[in-house]
């Protein structure tokens, strides 16, 4: 059944606030824009279908340069409203056009939202019209009156609310319809809607490093967390990869995805892209899941003649399956031509794509032999490839 993302990004972030007062979903997390990342997680999941993003519409420039990376994955843009609940339901109203059979209402301010978690929540609308994702309470918690302790509340049964909350469409389509009729009503999420409406929500297990990042402090700590080694929890594994193809005749060469004219060409089973195929093993290679050949053998005719895109992305799937994140991805080609500065760009947009992520995660650089050894005699061309992986 098909399953919508709504991303809700037309706040303001008064408590992030910058110098700059720029809206905290803008602003850069680990060197990407907050929305990036959360649209990444979703881009990247095989379960979601579509998704819409709510903005502000004094937001279009940024969030044009924070989405770039997904425009394919992308509906367009939606306006929202001074209320979070005015926004999430014009942007229901948005997708009942070519309505999908159940929605992910996700808050951008929330970046690190993993596969599993998103998977989780899917699984749920299974048997529940609503599911919220939740972590349990640990702290004791008290309640205040004039500035001192009045007692302590029990914190058995209580949980903290996260997102994506995942809704059958239709369902919450009409609670939010019904709600818009009294203005007085005033919702903090969509749960809450549900709760008013009457529908029964599931609740899933949530993920401590779904945080939320409301304040500017929020930001500070998450961009240090990214900055240092990728998310903020997890097991980071690097991987490596190597490949190498004959060179003859022929007019071009590819090289990550991108067709190069030249005066030979790669010679192999698919496209003998090397690029990609040594990246290929190298995200491999951090699952411990074989390498390019147990996949995709050169014995199956299948892929005579493919396009290593599909064996890229293939992998890039496996690593999402198991909720890892893809964090970085570095090529290297060794070769004496074609000259490869003027397409560098091009092939890290086509890695990008593939992988669902920002132009800021790759990185292609190349090299020569010096005229040493049978890349000096281009013979043929060899590449070398890392990728940095973050699983739970």
Not at 13 to 32: D, H, L, N, W
Not at 54 to 68: N, T
Not at 324 to 333: K, N, P, Q, R, Y
Request: a negative charge; glycine letters at 10%.
């Amino acid at each position: 059944m098909s399953v919508a993302a709504l991303i809700v990004a037309a706040g303001r972030g008064a408590r992030a606030a910058t110098e700059a007062s720029q809206p905290k979903q803008y602003c850069e997390v680990g060197g990407v824009p907050m929305l990036s990342r959360t649209l990444s997680a979703f881009a990247s999941h095989p379960g979601v279908s579509d998704i819409l993003v709510v903005i502000h519409p004094d937001d279009m420039a940024l969030y044009g340069a924070a989405s770039a990376p997904f425009a394919a994955d992308l509906l367009p843009a939606v306006m929202g409203a001074r209320r979070r609940q005015d926004s999430v339901r014009l942007g229901l109203e948005a997708l009942a056009g070519d309505a999908p059979a159940r929605v992910l209402i996700h808050d951008a301010a929330r970046p690190f939202a993993d596969s599993a978690l998103i998977t989780r929540v899917i699984d749920a609308l299974a048997t529940s019209p609503g599911a919220l994702p939740c972590v349990p309470v640990t702290d004791t918690l008290k309640r205040e009156t004039n500035g001192r302790v009045a007692g302590t509340v029990a914190r058995a049964g209580l949980f903290r609310a996260q997102t994506p909350q995942g809704f059958d469409f239709q369902s919450i389509l009409t609670a939010h319809r019904a709600a818009a009729r009294d203005s007085t009503l005033e919702f903090t999420d969509d749960t809450s809607v549900a709760e008013w409406f009457g529908l029964n929500v599931a609740i899933v297990e949530g993920s401590e490093d779904n945080r939320k990042l409301t304040t500017a402090e929020d930001l500070m700590i998450a961009d240090r967390l990214m900055q240092q080694g990728g998310a903020p929890a997890g097991t980071v594994r690097v991987g490596s990869g190597y490949d190498v193809h004959r060179l003859g005749p022929g007019d071009a060469v590819t090289l990550c995805g991108v067709r190069i004219p030249h005066t030979r060409t790669l010679l192999g089973h698919s496209d003998a892209d090397v690029g990609l195929h040594a990246l290929t093993d190298a995200l491999l290679g951090t699952i411990a899941d074989g390498d390019i050949g147990a996949h995709f053998p050169p014995s199956d005719a299948r892929w005579r003649g493919a396009s290593s895109d599909v064996f890229l992305r293939d992998a890039g799937e496996r690593i999402v399956a198991l909720g890892g994140t893809i964090m970085h991805a570095d090529v290297t080609l060794i070769c004496e031509t074609p000259k490869i500065g003027p397409h560098r760009d091009a092939m890290r947009g086509t890695i990008a794509d593939i992988l669902g992520l920002n132009l800021s995660q790759v990185s292609v650089k190349a090299t020569t032999n010096e005229q040493l050894g049978f890349v000096g005699r281009e013979e043929g061309i060899a590449a070398m490839a890392t990728a940095t992986v973050t699983l739970p």
